[in-house]
Structures are given as C-alpha cells and as structure tokens.
C-alpha cells in the first residue's frame, strides 16, 4: 500500500502542476465507461487530427 500512496501523491502533485484536479480525472474516466480502449484510442486520433486542422 506503501508504493500506491506514492503513485497517488505524486499523481495529485503532477495533476496540481498542471492547474488540474481529481475530478478532472474523473470525469475522464466517465467519459470513458463503456468505451474500449480501441474506440478510446481511435477517439483520440480523430480529435488531434481535428486540432491539428484547426
């Protein structure tokens, strides 16, 4: 339990770093549910293609 409170703090430090909060993170993972990672990934590709275009 030692190792995931590390990778928690550290994720709260880096997440802060970056003006974001937990519920960033979990509003995410709610976009996500249900999606696979295939759809997820595929997701992705087609809104940095669109980014990139803008």
Known sequence: TGEVADLWFHTLVVLAAHGLKPADVLAELRRREGMSGLE???????????SEES
Request: glycine share 0%.
């Open 40 to 50: 997820e990934f595929a997701l992705r590709k087609v809104r940095q293609r669109e």
